[in-house]
Every structure is written in structure tokens, then in C-alpha cells.
């Protein structure tokens, strides 16, 4: 990769420069993402969304530094992204918790790797985040006692929690009730809007992403490409049964089952 | 109506032993060869009152303990490394799991030409026993940690030592942990055998007690040690390995 030709937007977080990423599995070679260029801005809330297998998942453990691409480049502000750091957490599909951990030393995992903090700091932390995800009264349970929604409300507290600069989620509300997951949607983005976060976030609630993006990504897949951006102008707080946002969402909708429809036509 | 468990094991262990008991009083046999369970148990009480069964059981014990806690501890890194290390894993794996086969009795010449009759040599014996079983275990179970917990714990700044004493071990314990117990009664097995064969100037264990009894055409010694021998493994089985692994199944809601 030249990099004369690696311009960074001013004020960009995450950038990606025609990344491809090819699995050799048993079958055969998958393009999982191909030539993806975008950019993703300091204190952006940017959502991805695409049909099952269109490499959302991949392009987040790319952005993690948990896997390498095969070609382009990935940088975090100026820095080529290389190898996982403290400074982008990522909350997975699964929900990853650790089974000989119970639910508080959970979450305090990633507190106590943080130095500049005190015990009675990452404490208090860690009991706010789970107090807002509903569990403080599940501290002592081990990760097994637990339903799998309350697993995953956990497993979204442990990466909440160390405050980190960029934050990575895979589908992080799809396992929770309604009521919940409304009531998480207003705190994610008050935690955006306070904290001054930079979200990467995969959905495949179409209404979900409207809700909570600045900007929703539609990839598509086979191989993995970029289709279509739309910007997301509403204020926020914003409510999952905004009106304006239902119609916008229907918009998003109407964009995927097209490029559905005519990548089967082009199977058939 | 429904008898409690141990009723039927009792009737049956009873029947067994005062038959066993008949047989030999009345005379079909030979109380040389078969002694009769009451002389067995004369026998115990009488080396449990003069010393000679504490004292053998507790050398032996000494043995067993010390060479199987330098087989772990150095058993455990040496299997981290097998796992971390391509070319150490392909040298020293394939070594331990050939050595694994090996009986560790098979070690007992070489110990004696290295270390001749002393402790050490039996010590060397249990390590042997040890140490292979332990080695494999652990690289197993290091490389069949869940990659999804690597992730996790490196997205959260894990990396070097914290990831393997926080995330890499504790995700590899239960199949380290039945490592060691299969080490265990390796170690068990090579030090009876090694106490049977070799004098050992500087102890006289359960082993060598058995070989003595059957010097002496001791008969009820032979099986009286045996018995012990049998309820040393039961017991550390009982107090120590099943209640470990109780409870990291349950922690763990396996
Ligand atoms: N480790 C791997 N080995 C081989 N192929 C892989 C691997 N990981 C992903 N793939 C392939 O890459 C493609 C993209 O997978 P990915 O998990 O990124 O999809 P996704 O968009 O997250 O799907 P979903 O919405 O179902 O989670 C799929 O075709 C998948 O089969
Ligand atoms: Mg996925």
C-alpha cells in the first residue's frame, strides 16, 4: 500500500483503505470482505448492516487488531492498526464470558487492566455498569446461572466499562427483551453523546440502526462490498418508535431487500 | 420400599469375607498361601501398634508427595511451552507422549546407576511417572482453550503473562487437573514397583514391607499391604481429586 495515497480524514478515527479479507476454509477460498474503503469519524456512531455471511463480524475483528487483512490498511488516527489494544474494545456475537469468573469479576476484567485507577474506582465502575444493564443483584453468579439475555447484558457491561476510546459491537441487543433493550437503547446513546464515543456497531434491526446511527452502512455480500451509506439526521435522544425514524427505516429496508433480490437473480 | 445404598454393598461385602473366613478355617486351604481375613487383620493391628505400618506408610507417602509435586511443577510449564512453542511442541510433545507409554518402572535401573540406593533414585522413578502425563495434559488443554476467550481477553488489553495466568490457565484447569490425576496414579503404580524390586537404605516404605512379607512367607502381611496400598489411593482420590473436581464442575455448571 502506497501511503501517498492514505488520506485521512482530519477528524477520522478508524480508517480503512481497500481492505480485503479472504478465509481459506473447508469450502474453499471466501472474498469475506472486499476492497472496503471508509471512514469512520472521531465520535461517530457508525452501524453496519447486511444480509448473514456479508463479513460484518470480520470487519470488526479487523478493526480490532484480532485479525490481519489481506490487503489495504486499517489505521486508528494516525497509527497502522496491527495487534488488539486496550484502546478498542470489542463486545462479540457470543456473548465471551469467562465461565470461572463470576458476573462482577467479569466485568472488573478489563477495569483491572486499566492501571490509573484505584480498586475502589474499578469497583464502583464496575457495579454502575451493572446496575444499569439491570444485574446489580446478579454480582455472584457464575456466567452458567445465567439466562443467555442476561449474559449478553453482562457481557455488554464488561465493555462499557473500561470506558474505551473506540467501541465495537456485534449484534449487542439482539438476545434481550423489548423493555430492556428499549431502555438500553437510550442509555448507549447517552453514554455516546456523554463519554464523546466512537461506535462501530453491527445490527441486523434495520429500525435498531436507524435509531442509534449517525450513519448506516449496507454491505453486501459475496463478496463482502460497501452498497450504500445513508446518513442519519435526527436529533437525539431518539426513540425507537419515532415515526420520522420508522420511515427512514423503511427506506433502509426497501435498499437491502432490492440489492437482495438482485444478488439472487444474479445466483439464479 | 426402597433400602438405602449402602446396604446391599455391606451384605455383600460380609458374605464375601465370612466365606472367605469359612473356607480357610475348615481347611481347604492352605493358610500359608490364602490367609484368612482375621488373620489379615491381626496382622494390621499388630504393625499398626509396634510403628512399623505408620511409619512405612508415611515414607512412602513422603515419596509419592514430594516426586509429584516436582513432576506438576515442572510438568505444567514445560506443557505451556509445548503449547506456546511450534518447533518444542513437535520435539519435547512427541517425546512425552512417547515416554507417556513407557511403564515408569522401566526407569528404575537407570535411576539406580545414577543415583544408587537412595532416596533420590525412588524420587527420579515417581518424577518419570509423573511428569509426561502432566506435560501432555496441559498442552492439550492449552490448545483447546476456546479462541473466543483469546479475543475477548486481548480486546480488553490481556496480553503476555496476564493472559496466560488469567484467561489461558484458568480455561485450561479441568483438563489440567485430570492430567494430574492420571499422574497420580502413574507416580502410585512406579513407586510401588520400584519399593517391591529395589532396597532403599534410607527408607523402609509400603513396598518394601510387601517384599519382606513374602521373604517371610508372610502372606497376611503381602495382602494386608496391599489393602493399604489400595486405601491410600482410594483415599487421595477421596480427599483430594474428586471434591477439586466437584467443585470446578459446579463453578462451572458443567
Ligand atoms: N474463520 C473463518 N474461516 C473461514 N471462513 C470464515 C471465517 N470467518 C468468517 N468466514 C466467512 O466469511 C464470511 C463473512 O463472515 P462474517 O462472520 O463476517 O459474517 P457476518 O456478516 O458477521 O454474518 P452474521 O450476520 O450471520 O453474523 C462468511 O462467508 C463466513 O463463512
Ligand atoms: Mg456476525
Excluded at chain 1, 86 to 115: H, I, S
Aim: proline share 5%; glycine share 8%; with cysteine.
Amino acid at each position: 500500500m502506497n501511503p501517498a495515497s492514505f488520506k485521512t480524514h482530519p477528524s477520522a478515527a478508524l480508517t480503512l483503505r481497500n481492505v480485503t479479507k479472504r478465509f481459506n476454509g473447508a469450502a474453499g477460498c471466501v472474498t469475506a470482505l472486499d476492497d472496503i474503503t471508509l471512514d469512520v469519524k472521531e465520535g461517530e456512531f457508525l452501524v453496519l448492516v447486511g444480509p448473514s455471511g456479508c463479513g460484518k463480524s470480520t470487519l470488526l475483528s479487523l478493526l480490532a487488531g484480532l485479525d490481519q487483512v489481506d490487503e489495504g490498511a486499517i489505521r486508528l488516527g494516525e497509527e497502522p492498526v496491527r495487534s488488539p489494544g486496550r484502546d478498542r474494545l470489542v463486545m462479540f456475537q457470543q456473548d465471551a464470558l469467562f465461565p470461572w469468573l463470576n458476573t462482577l469479576e467479569n466485568v472488573m476484567f478489563g477495569l483491572r487492566l486499566k492501571p490509573d485507577l484505584t480498586e475502589a474506582e474499578r469497583l464502583e465502575s464496575a457495579r454502575y455498569y451493572l446496575s444499569l444493564v439491570g444485574l446489580a443483584d446478579k454480582e455472584k453468579a457464575r456466567p452458567h446461572e445465567l439466562s443467555g439475555g442476561m449474559r449478553q447484558r453482562v457481557a455488554l457491561a464488561r465493555s462499557l466499562a473500561p470506558n474505551p476510546r473506540v467501541l465495537l459491537m456485534d449484534e449487542p441487543f439482539s438476545a434481550l427483551d423489548a423493555l430492556t433493550r428499549d431502555q438500553l437503547y437510550r442509555d448507549i446513546q447517552d453514554i455516546f453523546t456523554k463519554r464523546k464515543k466512537t461506535i462501530v456497531l453491527v445490527t441486523h434491526n434495520i429500525r435498531e440502526a436507524v435509531c442509534l446511527g449517525d450513519r448506516v452502512v449496507l454491505l453486501s455480500p459475496n463478496p463482502g462490498r460497501v452498497r450504500q451509506i445513508f446518513d442519519i439526521n435526527l436529533p437525539r435522544p431518539r426513540r425507537i418508535n419515532d415515526p420520522e425514524l420508522a420511515s427512514l427505516a423503511a427506506e433502509v429496508t426497501d435498499a437491502l431487500s432490492s440489492h437482495l433480490s438482485r444478488s439472487q437473480e444474479g445466483l439464479a | 420400599m426402597k433400602l438405602p445404598r449402602f446396604v446391599i454393598p455391606t451384605l455383600v461385602a460380609v458374605t464375601f469375607l465370612g466365606g472367605w473366613e469359612w473356607f480357610v478355617r475348615v481347611g481347604h486351604v492352605n493358610d500359608v498361601l490364602v490367609p484368612a481375613p482375621s488373620q489379615i487383620l491381626h496382622w494390621f493391628w499388630d504393625s499398626l501398634l509396634n510403628g512399623e505400618l505408620l511409619s512405612a506408610t508415611w515414607v512412602t507417602m513422603r515419596r509419592l508427595i514430594i516426586g509429584f509435586a516436582i513432576g506438576a511443577a515442572l510438568g505444567v510449564p514445560l506443557g505451556a511451552l509445548c503449547a506456546r512453542v511450534r518447533w518444542i511442541r513437535d520435539t519435547l510433545g512427541v517425546l512425552a507422549l512417547g515416554l507417556q507409554t513407557l511403564p515408569s518402572v522401566c526407569w528404575v535401573p537407570l535411576a539406580l546407576l545414577w543415583f544408587g540406593q537412595e532416596e533420590s533414585a525412588l524420587l527420579f522413578v515417581v518424577v518419570m511417572g509423573t511428569i509426561w502425563a502432566v506435560v501432555i495434559a496441559v498442552q492439550e488443554s492449552v490448545l483447546n482453550v476456546q479462541p473466543l476467550y483469546l479475543r475477548a481477553a486481548m480486546t480488553m488489553g490481556s496480553k503476555g503473562w496476564h493472559l496466560w495466568l488469567r484467561v489461558i490457565l484458568p480455561a485450561a484447569l479441568p483438563g489440567v487437573l485430570s492430567g494430574m490425576k492420571q499422574g497420580w496414579a502413574f507416580a502410585w503404580r512406579s513407586l510401588m514397583a520400584a519399593e517391591i524390586f529395589v532396597v532403599i537404605l534410607t527408607g523402609f516404605g509400603l513396598g518394601s514391607l510387601l517384599h519382606a512379607g513374602r521373604e517371610l512367607l508372610r502372606m497376611d502381611q503381602v495382602m494386608g499391604v496391599m489393602t493399604v496400598v489400595v486405601l491410600v489411593g482410594l483415599l487421595a482420590d477421596l480427599i483430594f481429586f474428586s471434591p477439586l473436581e466437584r467443585w470446578l464442575r459446579r463453578s462451572r455448571g458443567l
